[in-house]
């Protein structure tokens, strides 16, 4: 079974269709992100760069972006959207592969973000800190970093084994009326390590009802609980500079997302 964001993985194929629907978890992040731009100044370094969904619009606001990524496969269809920019904004923007747990790029930069919960994908022991400490090492002085992660919920946490068709969620797409679907077929949480494995398949019709693709995808997270990333951040010397629960500026609350703004203390 492959993992997602593999090469040729529906995963890939299907992100942005994903991330346009299912929205809550990211609702007015880009906008978030440029504002602390325009404050921090750029260039930005963007860890977890996916298919560059923040990418391109900071670009195209006017600052230049390095986007790292571990899957080259994300980072492909990234590529691919070149050609649409425009040329100044496309000349602003370089992605590179590269592990956000370990990675030296040579330069520092006032701003770097990790969004779209890029830092639960840190599932091995210590990847967290190690990432926290790359990013210091990589920060201006005063350079400020925004880290968005997920606050699981029970019904998350509970919601194990073998998962029933009725969850599965279908997307018609527009104009040409291809469907999609995505259904987590198996959940296992790990509470010792902190650890959530889903089973994903993937099923893609074309307009005629005939499959186009189907798969089905390994992924895992690790969840970080609030006070963890807090004593990790002052461990690295990031200081905690703003804890909201959404891209708002909502408080923080049980289940909400974690939007941490860190500074280089």
């Known amino acids: 079974m492959p993992d997602y964001y593999s090469a040729d993985s529906a995963s890939v194929l299907t992100y942005d269709i994903h991330t346009e629907v299912f929205t809550s978890s990211i609702d007015g992040d880009v906008g978030f992100y440029l504002g602390l731009a325009r404050r921090a100044g750029g260039p930005v370094l963007e860890l977890g760069a996916g298919t ?3 990418t391109w ?3 195209a606001a006017g600052f230049e972006v390095v986007g790292l990524d571990l899957a080259p496969a994300m980072l492909a269809e990234a590529e691919a ?9 496309a000349a602003r923007a370089r ?3 590269g592990d956000m747990a370990d990675f030296a790029l040579g330069r520092t930069f006032p701003l770097i973000v990790s969004p779209a919960r890029s830092f639960n994908h840190l599932t091995a022991p ?24 997920f606050d699981p919920g029970p019904a998350l946490l509970t919601a194990t084994g073998d998962r029933p068709e009725a969850e599965a969620t279908e997307i018609r797409l527009e104009p040409h009326g291809e469907r999609v679907r995505f259904h987590v077929v198996h959940r296992a949480v790990d509470w010792l390590r902190q650890r959530i494995e889903q089973t994903v398949e993937f099923t893609v019709w074309r307009p ?3 499959v186009a693709l189907q798969s089905r995808e390994r992924v895992a997270f690790r969840w970080f609980t609030r006070a963890e990333m807090r004593a990790l951040a002052e461990l690295e010397g990031l200081a905690v500079e703003a804890e909201h629960g959404d891209f708002r500026g ?3 609350a049980a289940g909400s997302e974690q939007i941490w703004v860190l500074r280089r203390a």
């Open 57 to 59: 619009p900071l670009a």
């Open 52 to 54: 560059g969904r923040v």
């Open 95 to 97: 992605f590179v592969q």
């Open 81 to 89: 959207k070149r050609a649409a920019q425009p040329p100044d904004a």
């Open 250 to 252: 909502g408080a923080p």
């Open 126 to 149: 210590g990847e967290g800190r190690a990432c926290l400490a790359a990013i210091r090492r990589h920060l201006a002085p005063g350079g400020l970093a925004a880290l968005h992660l």
């Open 208 to 210: 005629d009802g005939g």
